[in-house]
């Protein structure tokens, strides 16, 4: 089975940038969607950003232009640098993964979490104003 684990949150003035990472320590497959979503308690599950082991990126509307996604497939890793950071991206951040291209996990433009397969135990964000 596809392992995840994520690393690389913390705290963060307004304005300011962490990279997140999530490492894939179980099978790994020739084609997969690989996406990072957040939750704040009491809220749903929100897509952040996805790619292709590819490398074709799409962005919700409040990452684009901020956060960047981004994969090494030698080293198993996805990332998510996230900069420009504002007191309302504060949230847990999980990485997950699928089979397969992000095209059919995306429903106008919003990643469908039901049908991700693999997911991390999360990692926290915190944005101070």
């Known amino acids: 089975q596809v392992q995840l684990a994520e690393s690389g949150g913390g705290s963060a003035q307004s304005g300011g940038s962490l990279r997140l990472s999530c490492a894939n320590s179980?099978?790994?497959?020739?084609?997969?969607?690989l996406a990072w979503f957040r939750q704040t308690p009491g809220e749903d599950l929100q897509g952040v950003a996805s790619?292709?082991?590819?490398?074709?990126?799409i962005y919700s509307e409040s990452a684009q232009g901020r956060f960047i996604v981004s994969v090494d497939n030698a080293a198993n890793m996805l990332y998510l640098q996230v900069n420009s950071l504002k007191p309302e991206d504060t949230s847990m951040y999980y990485c997950?993964?699928?089979?397969?291209?992000?095209?059919?996990?995306?429903?106008?433009?919003?990643?469908?979490?039901?049908?991700?397969?693999?997911w991390g135990q999360g990692t926290q964000v915190s944005v101070s104003s």
């Open positions: 997950a993964a699928v089979n397969g291209a992000c095209f059919y996990y995306t429903y106008r433009a919003q990643l469908l979490p039901s049908t991700f397969s693999y």
């Open positions: 790619t292709d082991t590819d490398g074709t990126a």
């Open positions: 179980g099978v790994i497959y020739s084609r997969m969607c």
